[in-house]
């Protein structure tokens, strides 16, 4: 099977999959959040390896399996477990009893803000009754990467970054363009459930920082020398390839619904 039909066939059965777990939502989805976390964890600590890094793997897995259900229990819980465990983290590597580095600690810290973070944020997200908004950032980021891939085929002469050398700037402003069409597009079927504002804030968001996460994605990988994260997704390479953008928007969209949250309750007229 060449590896265009392997993409394809994968696609058909993992995306209606994934939109249904997110569209069940609850635990469903804190189950899909351990399962892609951890292996983007596993595959982020095992590029360093390569590299002749060190880092724990194992543990900072379940540590971020602790993180996501304790925060999924109870809200806050992140915020006070991951200092205390970053204080572990680093602590553990003094008695090491051989391949000590500092370094090797800040990698595994480094993962654990990266990759769980962003899924305990997914998953504080998803917990909007009004709108599910996890299926509206799919949407944009499929989109602004769909349309960034065309654009810069067609249309592209002009090199983006020296990270990745496919990508043009003509991509990348389609990409950007039809995220914000998208978002517009489902704020006109959703207006009930979703705000202009809302709706052009986050395809904004999403049209710039989907395209700055998979290229620091992409920055990583040049830097270790590795062309994808894993091969454990047949013709698309790694989770953390698949989810890079991800990553990278959740957090700012997060913030974003927070703080508008924050106002509404705080200074209505």
């Not at 989805?29 to 390896?49: Q, R, V």
């Not at 379940?62 to 204080?87: E, K, M, Q, R």
């Not at 996890?134 to 769909?146: A, K, M, P, Q, Y």
């Not at 062309?227 to 957090?251: A, C, E, M, Q, Y």
């Amino acid at each position: 099977m060449s590896n265009t039909a392997t993409r394809i066939l994968v696609g058909v059965i993992g995306i209606p999959l994934f939109i249904f777990l997110i569209y069940k939502g609850g635990i469903y989805f804190l189950c899909l959040s351990l399962i892609l976390s951890s292996i983007a964890l596993w595959e982020f600590y095992l590029m360093f390896k390569k590299e002749k890094y060190f880092p724990l793997i194992m543990i900072p897995i379940a540590v971020s399996a602790i993180i996501i259900v304790g925060n999924y229990l109870n809200d806050g819980f992140a915020i006070t477990f991951l200092p205390l465990a970053a204080i572990l983290i680093f602590s553990s590597e003094i008695f090491r009893k051989e391949k000590k580095n500092p370094l090797n600690s800040l990698i595994v810290i480094g993962g654990l803000v990266y990759i769980t973070v962003p899924f305990v944020m997914l998953n504080k997200i998803i917990s909007h009754q009004s709108f599910n908004y996890i299926i509206f950032i799919f949407v944009l980021i499929w989109t602004c990467d769909t349309m960034a891939f065309f654009g810069g085929k067609f249309f592209g002469k002009h090199k983006l970054s020296e990270i990745s050398p496919k990508k043009t700037w003509e991509g990348s402003i389609a990409g950007f363009l039809f995220t914000i069409i998208a978002a517009l597009i489902v704020y006109y079927f959703y207006s009930n459930e979703i705000s202009l504002k809302d709706a052009l804030c986050i395809g904004i968001m999403a049209g710039i920082f989907s395209q700055v996460g998979d290229l620091f994605e992409s920055l990583i990988k040049r830097k270790l020398g590795v062309k994808d994260s894993s091969n454990i997704i047949p013709g698309h390479g790694g989770v953390l390839d698949r989810f890079d953008s991800l990553i990278f928007v959740t957090p700012l969209i997060f913030l974003y619904l927070e703080f508008s949250k924050f106002f509404i309750y705080n200074f209505r007229v």
